[in-house]
């Protein structure tokens, strides 16, 4: 079977599985776990694209975290707010530095994740983590079912 043609039947029967959890019993922001899954395959896959994907992701939520927490200390305002996402911008590029940290689109991703689930859709913090934690784990069992179905073995690290 083609690489794609696996790739695409496994993340349709695991994505489909992602949703129904997620919105039922799960109660998690489904789309979060899609934008970890995305991130997954942009940071290369394998058993490195993952350890990125869930550094990169887990470090921008923190970064949006101190910068909400902040924003609050101060008092408010889009000036403040301003600066804080600059602040917390510039970390994530400089934590780059550190290979674990180097993936800077998952840091982003994860902080704007965090963000529109936390801030725009009155969810938590810990539902944002558990749902980009799924998603990204989702996108190696996706890539390892994959793996299976074309009968290649795949590399345990990479």
Sequence with gaps: ????VALAISIGVLIAGWTYVALGVAALPVWAGIVAWGCFFAAGGKTAGLAKTLASNLSGV????????????????????????GIAALFMVLQAKIPALSF???????AATAVSVVVGANGSWTKTIIA????????Y??????????????????
Excluded: Y
Aim: aromatic share 8%; glycine share 14%.
């Design 1 to 4: 079977m083609d690489v794609l």
């Design 62 to 85: 923190l970064w949006a975290f101190l910068a909400l927490t902040a924003w609050n200390s101060f008092g408010g305002g889009v000036p403040v707010l301003s600066v804080l996402v």
């Design 104 to 110: 800077i689109p998952g840091a982003f991703l994860g």
């Design 132 to 139: 980009l934690v799924v998603g990204a784990l989702l996108g």
């Design 141 to 158: 069992l996706s890539e390892m079912l994959a793996g299976a179905m074309t009968g290649r073995a795949r590399r345990a690290s990479a």
